[in-house]
């Protein structure tokens, strides 16, 4: 696999919720799309790992790290993706080889950060924000919001305090602490990279967990985190550009999502 390629458009470190292909291409901060250099995809087991294979050949990440899963529903998540590009490939039609990308190069040395920094998303938590006005954001926010913080305290025991505005509010320490070993309980990076991506895009750790444990589904996590902006756009429409990044974080979401349902929540 070409280094060019994998430098280019699979950096290491960067979250794979702040990536925009599309848009950077367009603006041309990023060369044309590569060709595709390979004809068939394959999944074959390498090192215990369940591994795609371009050509026969273990794909790699630009840590040399060969992009594999830990079992067959992961690297077949990861296949598809290489399979379904065309003349041209497009990491941006490929949320889940870069959210494995990241995990295999980055999360994998910072565990502890990651968790760490899922844990301060929670601290300032957007489900704990709520407008006073207009009634119809208010009942919108309760819509999408008051589920997610239903099942955490059901789940958990953490109760959050709620703030109208953006006055900011300190959450109990002790809430923080229940939510802790949900996040040191995730072991493997690919599960740790997925539920950093679907807190980071949502902008909410309570809504990632949330969907994590199966109490939203990926389109009604995404909606939550979208609430305030679909709102504005309600009002005030939505541009080409604005709703291509949508788009885009639609897909990061459900391949997170994806990603763990195929290892187990």
Request: proline share 5%.
């Amino acid at each position: 696999m070409s280094n060019d390629f994998i430098r280019d458009w699979f950096d290491e470190g960067r979250d794979p919720a702040q990536d925009d292909p599309v848009r950077a291409a367009r603006l041309g901060m990023k060369p044309p799309l590569p060709k595709r250099f390979y004809g068939d995809v394959s999944i074959g087991e390498v090192g215990g790992r369940h591994a795609v294979l371009l050509d026969g050949r273990p794909a790699r990440t630009r840590g040399k790290a060969i992009l594999a899963g830990p079992n067959l529903a992961v690297a077949e998540l990861l296949a598809a993706e290489w399979a379904a590009q065309t003349a041209e490939i497009n990491p941006a039609t490929m949320p889940a080889t870069r959210i494995v990308h990241a995990a295999l190069d980055s999360v994998a040395q910072a565990m502890d950060e990651v968790r760490a920094d899922i844990l301060k998303y929670a601290a300032s938590d957007l489900v704990c924000y709520r407008a006073g006005e207009p009634v119809r954001l208010v009942e919108q926010q309760k819509q999408h919001w008051d589920p997610v913080l239903a099942h955490i305290r059901a789940r958990y025991g953490a109760g959050f305090l709620l703030s109208e505005g953006i006055t900011f509010v300190n959450q109990p320490g002790e809430s923080l602490e229940r939510l802790s070993p949900r996040l040191w309980a995730v072991s493997e990076p690919i599960a740790l990279s997925a539920l950093h991506v679907l807190t980071t895009v949502s902008g909410s750790a309570l809504i990632a967990i949330a969907v994590a444990d199966g109490a939203l589904d990926a389109r009604a996590g995404f909606d939550a985190g979208e609430c305030d902006a679909d709102y504005e756009a309600s009002i005030w429409g939505i541009d080409e550009e604005a709703a291509e990044r949508r788009a885009l974080r639609l897909s990061d979401f459900k391949a997170a999502t994806a990603l763990l349902l195929a290892m187990g929540g």
